[in-house]
Structure formats: C-alpha cells, structure tokens
C-alpha cells in the first residue's frame, strides 16, 4: 500500500482496520481499503487535484465502478490529473469523495463479459495475484460489494447451449472521462466459461 493522497473525510482515518467497512453514519460505508466492497451510486466531474465536485452526479453503472476502483491502485498514476478532478458518492446523503484519495499496490486489469445469447454485457475488476495469465484461478474478479466473483455469479454468468460466456481482461491504458476508461484493442487474456461452468482459454 502507497500513501494516502487526501482524505475528504475526517471520520474515515478513525476507524480501526477490522471495521473499516461496517456501515455507520446513515449507512454510509468508510471509503478506507483498497477495494470498496460496496456499490457506488453516483460520479461527477470537479475541480482538479480533488478541490470538490461541481455539477450534476450521473449514475454510476459498471464502467464507472470501474474506473473508480482502477484509481485506487498504482497503475492509476499516470493518469492521476484526469482522475483528481473525478468524484464518487455511496448514496443520496453520503459523503463526497475523490476518485484518488489513497493508491493501493494491485495489479488492476478491467475485464468485459459478454454473452450474447443471454443479453449480457457487464464489466468488472480483475486483481492479477502472479503466476501465469492464462491460468484463470491466478485472477481475482471482484465489483460492488463482491470480492471473490466466480463463474455462476450474476456477474459471471454460465454459457449456454449455444454460446459460451466470454470473460476478456484488458490493460487500462487511459482515461476518457469519469466514468469511461480506455483500453487496448486487444485483450491479455480471454477465457470462456461453458454452460456446465468449466473454464477454458479461448
């Protein structure tokens, strides 16, 4: 873990280790951690180097959680002008904050799942733990309030009968906006999971 940037708010660096994520203050969750296991509502554009957000908050769907997240870890740094002016919120009546309040040591990669037959299309977070990239037990899947997705999640749906689920991993490599990261054409790794849930590199 690198140091934190800023914290917005005050209460976040009192709160011990063991309960940083129980909920308090109306059910807001602490934003200290390097994964928010929760769902973030609502993103905004701001002043830079995160002097607060001005305007209206847009919903904050996949991509947008996201880049969040992304902006939590190391690889963030070289787009870190773009996300200071970036800003989240839980819910209606939760503290703002700072897309880059603290970055953490992750391997961070944005993955795409697709499956057509089903009408799925969703994104989601991959931590890479070491080892080989074309081994999908070496990745970690995780977005809202999950942090260990496994195929047969919501998230992660099963195959079907006619098409296989396919789970793409991408580097980052830019910032388009608050809540559109930009990516390379080509994916690091794709893996496909089968109607029975097996995995297999595609």
Known sequence: ????????????????????????????????????????????HGLSDC????????????LPNVVIRYARTRTCLAHLQTLAGCYWMERDGCPEHCYIEGTFNLDFYM??????????????????LGGDMQTFSRWKFYQFDNLDIWPGNWQMPYGTETEDTKVKIYEITGIFNCGL???????LVTFLIKENGDVTKG
């Not at 200290?32 to 929760?38: D, R, T």
């Not at 607060?52 to 919903?59: D, E, V």
């Not at 009408?119 to 890479?128: K, M, P, Q, V």
Request: net charge negative; glycine share 12%; charged share 20%.
């Open 51 to 62: 002097g607060g957000g001005m305007g209206p908050w847009g919903s904050a769907d996949c």
């Open 111 to 128: 993955v795409s799942l697709i499956n057509n037959s089903r009408g799925f299309g969703h994104a989601i977070c991959a931590e890479f």
């Open 181 to 187: 990261p930009d990516h390379d054409l080509v994916p």
């Open 1 to 44: 873990m690198t140091q934190e940037k800023r914290s917005l708010n005050r209460a976040d660096t009192q709160i011990p280790a063991a309960n940083q994520h129980i909920r308090r203050d109306g059910d807001c969750h602490s934003s200290a951690g390097a994964y928010l296991p929760f769902m973030i509502g609502y993103y905004r």
